[in-house]
T-cell receptor, first 114, second 115 residues
Framework: EDKVVQSPLSLVVHEGDTVTLNCSYE??????LLWYKQEKKAPTFLFMLTSSGIEKKSGRLSSILDKKELFSILNITATQTGDSAVYLC??????????????FGQGTILTVHP | NAGVTQTPKFQVLKTGQSMTLQCAQDMNHNSMYWYRQDPGMGLRLIYYSASEGTTDKGEVPNGYNVSRLNKREFSLRLESAAPSQTSVYFCASSEWGQGALNEQFFGPGTRLTVL
């Protein structure tokens, strides 16, 4: 059974701080690792990392994938109050009947104080 | 484009009542999914439909049924609601096949309370 574990489960920081969110995984046939941001409602897509793309960056957010050690990190620099959200990590399976499915971690609740 | 839409947004049921959650997508995606989200447990897959005409169980299917009505619509039915089904339900859709890389697009969610 595929498994995704995120840490920490919650984090409180002040504006301007840098944060690192962790995601470790076990998956039978790895295809991709995705990061989502969830504010009040639906998760919104941030990054996808695959064997051919193990590092992504968008503005203050960046992510890397370590396929050997089976983990990913999401970095947010110069945090703002608008970064307050739940950050979800998910892995995609490429094998058999699991093809296309995502397994999600528990999420990390990030709170950024002014 | 509306993306993924869900109805209703909120629902309160009594134990034993039935209801159907509706989901539709206008992105011409082949695959659709139903998740539930409970505090501290992330998103758990209830059922999914890889393509029109097929449905499969996910991680937590007990107490639910689904119907893939056509390529656009995927409904989730609770036949006899239980308090343990109190949750926020999300529908999602994605491409499918060798060219797809699992990115899923989510609807706004339905908050269901079973008393």
């Amino acid at each position: 059974e595929d498994k995704v574990v995120q840490s920490p489960l919650s984090l409180v920081v002040h504006e301007g701080d840098t944060v690192t969110l962790n995601c470790s995984y076990e998956v039978t046939n790895f295809r991709s690792l995705l990061w989502y941001k969830q504010e009040k409602k639906a998760p919104t897509f941030l990054f996808m990392l695959t064997s051919s793309g193990i590092e992504k960056k968008s503005g203050r957010l960046s992510s890397i994938l370590d396929k050997k050690e089976l983990f990913s990190i999401l970095n947010i620099t110069a945090t703002q109050t608008g970064d307050s959200a739940v950050y979800l990590c998910a892995v995609g399976n490429a094998g058999g009947t699991s093809y296309g499915k995502l397994t999600f971690g528990q999420g990390t609740i990030l709170t950024v104080h002014p | 484009n509306a993306g993924v839409t869900q109805t209703p947004k909120f629902q309160v049921l009594k134990t034993g009542q039935s209801m159907t959650l509706q989901c539709a997508q206008d992105m011409n995606h082949n695959s659709m999914y139903w998740y539930r989200q409970d505090p501290g447990m992330g998103l758990r897959l209830i059922y999914y439909s890889a393509s029109e005409g097929t449905t499969d169980k996910g991680e937590v299917p007990n107490g639910y049924n689904v119907s893939r009505l056509n390529k656009r619509e995927f409904s989730l039915r609770l036949e006899s609601a239980a308090p343990s089904q109190t949750s926020v339900y999300f529908c999602a859709s994605s491409e499918w096949g060798q060219g797809a890389l699992n990115e899923q697009f989510f609807g706004p969610g339905t908050r269901l309370t079973v008393l």
